[in-house]
């Protein structure tokens, strides 16, 4: 069975910089043919994606967020880390991970985290 | 960027009736589209993928069809428990979400 998690800081300021980790079971990213999807959704609101990372390292990004996202993967841990700069107050919400293979859309998903920024 | 517009953003309708949600790109995506539910409190989960493919344990009751510019998600006969939230997901290049239809129980 794969399970993933969010994990990282629940309250971030301003301007503030945010990582947050995504934790996978169940599969193992350096060996398995899948994307691994970022996908963020502020209270009350629509899901917005942010960016996705292929096992290739072909790696998507969201135009109006390129300039501020970057990856990095640690196999050895199964983990993967997202970093956003230059966190503002309407980026407050629920950040999930999720896996997304290539042709399927994003089969599974994490629990998601809540993510507060605030002075 | 692709931009992709869903109708209706909310939807009233009784247990029994057939109900269709559209979601409309605003470039060609062939058929690299996915449908998803979100009911409060939870993650999405997969619905449909490759616009008309029905993921591994989706009741038969949904179903997906479209191409090009223009896809639909189907509900055959909706059950209380398809109370939730919609969304249409294009992953051609770039991975947008429509903006997301709720489902509600007239």
């Known amino acids: 069975q794969i399970t993933l998690k969010e994990s990282g800081p629940t309250l971030v300021k301003p301007t503030q910089t945010l990582s947050l980790t995504c934790s996978f079971s169940g599969l193992s990213l350096s060996t398995t043919t899948v994307g691994v999807g970022w996908i963020r959704q502020p209270p009350g609101k629509a899901l917005e994606w942010l960016a996705l990372i292929y096992w290739d390292d072909d790696e998507r990004y969201n135009p109006s967020l390129k300039n501020r996202l970057s990856f990095t993967k640690d196999f050895s841990k199964n983990q993967m880390v997202l970093t956003m700069t230059n966190m503002d107050p309407a980026e407050t919400g629920t950040y999930y991970c999720?896996?997304?293979?290539?042709?399927?859309?994003?089969?599974?998903w994490g629990q998601g985290m809540q993510v507060a920024v605030s002075s | 960027d692709i931009q992709m517009t869903q109708s209706p953003s909310t939807l009233s309708a009784s247990v029994g009736d057939r109900v269709t949600i559209t979601c409309r790109a605003s470039?060609?995506?062939?058929?690299?589209v996915a449908w998803y539910q979100q009911k409060p409190g939870k993650a999405p989960t997969l619905l449909i993928y490759?616009?008309?493919i029905v993921h591994s344990g989706v009741p038969s009751r949904f179903s997906g069809s479209g191409s090009g510019t223009e896809f639909s998600l189907t509900i055959s006969s909706l059950q209380p428990d398809d109370v939730a939230t919609y969304y249409c997901?294009?992953?051609?290049?770039?991975?947008?979400f429509g903006g997301g239809t709720k489902v509600e129980i007239k």
């Open positions: 470039q060609s995506l062939s058929h690299w």
């Open positions: 999720a896996l997304c293979p290539p042709f399927t859309g994003c089969e599974d």
């Open positions: 490759k616009a008309s």
């Open positions: 997901q294009q992953y051609n290049s770039y991975f947008p």
